[in-house]
């Protein structure tokens, strides 16, 4: 078994056998607390005590005002005695080796692999969430590893991955961890990428900034009705979210999960892609993603291919540089063609990088300079 097969398994995903307490290499989970509550006790960021013994969570923008022994909507955040706490400071619910296209991050590393997790918990409520199992899941009912951050970046290394990706439920509302991680990190040399909805404040999301190198964004609809109904949230702030990471040195990508008769409206993508081009310019990769029925919406059909091919081609049409076609393995829409020559410079399978004709960050056919982060 190789190392990725190894940890290929998600502990609530997928039945795991991660459990508290259980080591499976003898070295790389030595460091669990086999004592592990799943619960933490450490003082949250970004909130402020209030008479009464009431504190308001500033985290996202959601502002949750609680009482004392209240959790916000998130599950993971608690007032006790009017002190605010996370629940969820190392308590890893997931915890898999992934390729870093699986995101996705094209544009970013290329070919690496990310050691990937989440813990319990999320800030939103997506009616078509592919790990509600776990983010729509208080702590207490998920299986999880006390996995602190020495030991985390102890075990990236060992397993020599580049890169921790913050990914699964939603990092926002494990942000104390991610962010101690994280700095952690970059003193070793590697790398930090987090995959989110932008459900932000923009305070929290600056010291964000500062302590990773790649963001991935879920954009999940271009109308805030479809946000009300459907994820429980607000789109403005996301899009906000998109440009303050947009005017950063962090790297960015969309991703655009395509709901067959939800938020597919072309002409509404196209009112997108040209805010997109308009705000933040023509150079962030943008992903169409194929859905297929989950959790809440079991309904629908997944998306046809010809519909994602539709808009991905509204969206070159309006001047997007990247566009791609997710989740359809072997579509040509995987692949990053040259803005400039046309010419095809990264052939993806899935996953898998079959050809890269870069340069540097340059087209080897032509020269133009390719947007992304390439070593
Ligand atoms: S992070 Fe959680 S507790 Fe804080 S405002 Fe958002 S949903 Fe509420």
Redesign the pocket.
């Known amino acids: 078994m190789d190392r990725r097969d190894f940890l290929k398994c998600s502990l609530a995903t997928s039945g795991c056998l991660l459990l508290p307490g259980v080591s499976l290499s003898g070295n790389l989970f030595r460091v669990i607390n086999p004592a592990s509550t799943g619960l933490s006790r450490v003082e949250a960021r970004y909130y402020q005590k209030l008479p009464d013994r009431e504190i308001r ?1 500033n ?2 923008p ?3 005002q609680l009482g004392d022994r209240e959790r ?3 599950g993971v ?1 608690e007032n006790q005695g009017g002190k605010y706490y996370t629940l969820v400071y190392g308590q890893v619910a997931s915890l898999n080796v992934d390729p870093i296209e699986k995101k996705p991050f094209f544009h970013f590393l290329p070919g690496s692999e990310a050691f990937s997790l989440a813990t319990a918990g999320c ?1 939103l409520h997506c009616k078509f969430c592919q790990n509600w199992e776990i983010s729509q899941m208080r702590p207490e009912q998920v299986k999880s590893i006390n996995l602190p951050p020495e030991a985390l970046i102890a075990a990236c290394e060992r397993y020599r991955c580049p890169a921790i990706a913050y990914t699964y439920t939603e990092p ?2 494990f942000f104390e961890y991610m962010y101690d991680c994280s700095v952690l990190a970059r003193k070793k040399g590697l790398k930090n990428v987090v995959v989110t909805a932008g459900f932000i404040n923009p305070e929290p999301l600056a010291d964000l900034i500062e302590v990773v190198e790649a963001i991935k964004v879920d954009l999940k609809s271009f109308n805030q009705s479809f946000y009300t109904e459907y994820v429980r949230g607000e789109l403005q702030p996301v899009l906000e979210t998109i440009k303050q990471i947009a005017r950063s040195k962090t790297w960015l990508e969309i991703v655009y999960l395509v709901i067959p008769s939800l938020n597919d409206n072309p002409q509404e993508i196209r009112e997108m892609c040209r805010w997109l081009k308009n705000e933040i310019g023509p150079d962030y990769p943008l992903h169409f993603s194929r859905f297929h029925p989950m959790y809440l919406i079991k309904n629908l059909p997944p998306t046809p291919v010809s519909t994602l091919e539709a808009l991905r081609e509204v969206a070159l049409t309006e001047g997007l540089h990247y566009v791609y076609v997710g989740n359809v393995p072997g579509h040509p829409g995987e692949n990053t063609y040259c803005p400039n020559c046309g010419k095809l410079i990264i052939e993806r399978y899935g996953y898998a990088i079959r050809k890269k004709e870069l340069s540097r960050n340059k087209c080897r056919h032509c020269g133009q300079v390719i947007a992304g982060v390439w070593n």
Request: one cysteine or more; charged letters at 15%.
């Open positions: 969570c985290l996202c959601r502002y949750c916000g909507f998130c955040r800030n926002v509302v």
